[in-house]
């Protein structure tokens, strides 16, 4: 576990953290199954990911602290990089699956302040027709997801290229004083978390699930849950592990990346400790 344990700290105050004491050591590695696409980040690429995507949001979008983001997005390493910018600035999250939308639809969105839509590529028209979703919506950014950064291949009227506009924007933020510990940070499963919450959490996961720096975690889980967020992101933060997020899963490359990634921890994949897909310990 990480020093500081019971001290109460925001989400970018983990990330701060891991970037002092490991910089270049990998914090996310992405695998898409279905496109064969790996990419990896060390600690500090994913900060500065985080950086610029929370001044294109506080300087670009003129996103204020307790603004509501919905993110219509799968699991994904920008998907991560989109909820600690959103934590970083203030903003309060909350995580629409894709799939879900592709099923039924979303839940209504309840609030009567402005709030913005981010939302992949492969939903965005949907998103874009969703009355629930974009009804409201004072800003919807597109998400192309391309392995190389690529634009949107068709951006809707009204909707914002995420990959045109990002890169323009400096990879250093500093969260104003209104963002604490105690800001509200995220929504999920109707219960609404502080930053420091989060971290509490994420601390009490990590030392249930007895993770350490030494640990590489495996995780096929969407962000729209709170054992997502805190396996795909925050608990490994927590703990100084690192994480592997795999999206559109092949279960016959399980064993060679198991053994490739040098993984410790499964989530999401059923296993022999637990059927429920909670997360287990390689023996």
Not at 127 to 150: F, K, P
Not at 191 to 217: P, Q, S
Not at 240 to 248: K, L
């Amino acid at each position: 576990m990480s020093a500081h344990a019971g001290e109460a700290v925001t989400p970018a105050e983990l990330l701060r953290r891991r970037v002092a004491d490991d910089p270049s050591r990998p914090l996310v590695t992405f695998y898409d199954d279905a496109s064969g696409e790996r990419v990896e980040l060390s600690a500090r690429t994913f900060e500065n990911w985080v950086a610029k995507t929370a001044n294109f949001l506080v300087d670009g979008l003129a996103a204020e602290p307790g603004t509501r983001v919905v993110l219509v997005l799968p699991p994904h390493w920008q998907t991560a990089v989109w909820l600690m910018a959103c934590w970083s600035a203030g903003l309060v999250t909350e995580v629409v699956d894709p799939e879900t939308l592709k099923q039924g639809g979303a839940e209504p969105i309840h609030v009567s302040d402005p709030y913005f839509v981010a939302a992949a590529q492969e939903v965005l028209d949907d998103v874009v027709a969703d009355e629930t979703l974009a009804g409201g919506a004072e800003e919807i950014v597109g998400l192309s997801l391309h392995a190389l950064g690529g634009p949107l291949t068709d951006c809707p009227p009204g909707v914002t290229d995420y990959a045109a506009e990002v890169r323009a924007y400096g990879d250093r933020f500093v969260p104003g004083p209104e963002v604490t510990p105690g800001t509200p940070v995220m929504t999920v499963t109707k219960a609404t978390f502080t930053g420091a919450e989060l971290v509490g959490a994420a601390r009490a996961a990590a030392e249930k699930w007895e993770l350490d720096a030494r640990d590489r975690i495996l995780v096929d889980m969407s962000f729209a849950t709170l054992d997502g967020v805190l396996t795909g992101l925050i608990a490994p933060l927590a703990s100084g592990a690192s994480v592997i997020i795999q999206r559109n899963f092949d279960k016959a490359t399980l064993d060679r990346r198991l053994t490739l990634e040098h993984v410790t921890v499964v989530a999401g994949p059923p296993g022999p400790n637990d059927e429920s897909g909670s997360p287990y310990r390689l023996p």
